[in-house]
């Protein structure tokens, strides 16, 4: 029996609350409207009631989630296409820990977000209290800050920092703790100022260097990552690369931030890259990270670039002072936010026209042969019809989402993204991220095409979600992409022990028939033949009926990669 959102005793009329009453819940909302805030996703909790009752009157919409993980991923996700921090409210202890999840997420991926949590009541701190959750120790390694609020008077105080810190360097994750007695508690309507963004390091001097270093070099690439980017930016980055002669390739699962089909476009830099751009990246004379980190999957396990002292001539671009020269030297580094920094360097003009239009197509055409599917052998679906027909159908801003597995390959490398606002994809790898993500996409973009991809597997760490999908109205297409395997584990345990399979393989249920009952569109699908007609009722669906859709793709396991089977991999082929 689950104790989670249950009392161990009946508080009775102590904390009754007349709904008319200022309360320290009250407090807590009216200044989320004041900072801007539209939506906020939620798993509800007794720890946190007067909060509920004042979201039943405000202007902030509220998504009801089926599991914390899936709530905080959700506003990671909103997060990531907003200008403010996604909002989640989730209950003490096992809410919390569920919750941690989409904390990670938002931390590794650099996402401004705010989990705000349940507490027990302060004069029962330290007693291990029913639920009770050190959130501080908890969460200290993962989010940027920790706050527990102590007294009513400083919801406003806490809240305008925290917005702050998950705004201000490398974005991030804040967690704010909220004691019983903090929103009980009577309040005075008193509301802070708005909060404050960074400043940047952005001078003069920075510029002409960037300028001088760009103009001088022969073989030049951008790679474009990171967080704090907008549509304005990215349009002012392929008007940059079009006006310098530059090459733009983005990193692990930051492809929106250039459109696919421009002629500039030389590909990702993640897991499984071109092996002629990463010959390019290792070539270049002059690399420009703009808001990437280039961590472990972006730099092939920390080998694109040298560490500390990189070969090629390297300039950084992030948010965070601490990020610059962290792990790479510079010749050039500038703390600034993506949008910021674009905004800055949009006028400016080369001296000449550098000479380098052959580079520039060579990065192209080879981007360009990699992302052609090829014809496949493979039983049941075979996913290289499945990317084409996609293009086919699909409108040219689709938002896809995926969370982990190696089914996200055919996204990553044959999906020719359309810009910002068409992809949300955890950069930390994690599982069910898609689902919830998709939901958040489509409550934001209800004109847009919003698929998510995910794996049997994938798709069963956060499937319950569906059914928030279904009561939010939010018309989604999911494709699961079912090979009855946790197929990158299978991959690699092929590779190191092969012909030993242990803990990957999975017995699935009829997918189609869980979100039939959930009211939604569905049908499975076993061979290429019936894929197509199955995707254009889905999208009818979708668009017309503005129902939830869910086809349920049988795969062949052996098609793990696009390149090899998992026989071939296994012998070393």
Not at 39 to 68: M, N, W
Not at 159 to 164: D, N, T, Y
Not at 254 to 280: C, S, W
Not at 346 to 358: C, V, Y
Request: with cysteine.
């Amino acid at each position: 029996m689950s104790n989670k959102n249950t009392s161990a005793n009946n508080h009775g009329d102590d904390h009754a609350q007349d709904h008319a009453q200022d309360h320290g819940g009250k407090l807590l909302v009216k200044q989320l409207e004041k900072f801007g805030i539209e939506r906020v996703f939620c798993v509800p909790g007794e720890s946190y009631l007067p909060v509920l009752d004042a979201l039943h009157d405000s202007t902030i919409k509220t998504t009801l989630c089926r599991q914390e993980g899936g709530a905080a991923m959700m506003a990671e996700a909103w997060g990531k296409f907003s200008n403010l921090p996604g909002i989640s409210f989730v209950t003490r202890g096992p809410g919390a820990t569920n919750a941690s999840a989409g904390v990670h997420v938002a931390q590794q991926d650099s996402t401004p977000m705010i989990l705000f949590v349940g507490q027990v009541a302060l004069k029962n701190l330290g007693r291990d209290a029913f639920q009770e959750v050190n959130y501080q120790a908890f969460f200290g390694g993962m989010a940027k800050a920790v706050f527990q609020i102590e007294t009513t008077k400083d919801i406003p105080k806490v809240l305008k920092e925290a917005f702050e810190i998950s705004l201000s360097g490398r974005m991030g994750p804040v967690v704010i703790a909220l004691p019983e007695e903090v929103l009980t508690e009577d309040s005075k309507d008193h509301i802070e100022a708005n909060f404050i963004h960074q400043e940047t390091s952005i001078t003069h001097s920075n510029i002409k260097i960037f300028k001088n270093l760009i103009e001088a070099a022969n073989s030049p690439i951008v790679i474009a990552g990171g967080s704090g980017w907008d549509e304005a930016s990215v349009a002012m980055l392929e008007a940059f690369a079009e006006k310098f002669q530059m090459p733009v390739a983005c990193s692990f699962r930051r492809q929106m931030l250039f459109t696919h089909t421009h002629p500039h476009y030389a590909g990702d830099v993640g897991l499984g890259i071109n092996p002629a751009l990463k010959a390019e990246i290792e070539n270049a004379d002059l690399v420009i990270l703009l808001g990437a980190r280039m961590s472990e999957v972006a730099s092939q396990d920390y080998t694109l670039l040298k560490i500390p002292r990189p070969k090629q001539k390297l300039i950084h671009v992030h948010p965070s002072k601490d990020e610059l020269g962290k792990l790479y030297e510079t010749d050039l580094a500038i703390e600034a936010k993506p949008a910021e920094f674009m905004e800055t360097i949009s006028d400016l003009t080369p001296n000449f026209t550098p000479n380098r239009a052959q580079h520039v197509t060579r990065l192209n055409q080879s981007y360009q042969t990699w992302s052609l599917p090829q014809k496949s052998e493979a039983k049941f679906v075979q996913m290289p019809s499945v990317m084409e027909t996609l293009k086919h159908h699909l409108k040219p801003d689709a938002l896809l989402t995926n969370g982990a597995g190696n089914y996200a390959t055919w996204i990553h490398r044959f999906w020719q993204f359309g810009g910002y606002n068409t992809q949300l994809a955890p950069t930390s790898g994690s599982m069910g991220y898609g689902l919830p993500a998709a939901i958040a996409g489509k409550l934001k973009f209800a004109d847009k095409d919003v698929v998510c991809f995910a794996g049997d597997g994938c798709f069963q760490m956060t499937c319950q979600e569906f059914g928030t999908a279904c009561q939010e109205g939010a018309a989604i297409l999911v494709m699961i992409i079912d090979n009855g395997i946790y197929g990158t584990i299978r991959m690699h345990q092929e590779r190191h022990f092969p012909h030993r399979t242990s803990a990957t393989e999975l017995q699935n249920p009829d997918f189609a028939q869980i979100a039939a009952a959930y009211g939604a569109f569905s049908a499975k699908i076993e061979v290429t033949e019936d894929f197509e007609a199955a995707l254009i009722e889905a999208l009818r669906v979708t668009r017309e009926e503005k129902r939830p859709a869910l086809l349920h793709l049988k795969t062949d396991p052996q098609a793990i990669t696009p390149n090899k089977t998992l026989d071939e991999i296994a012998t070393g082929g």
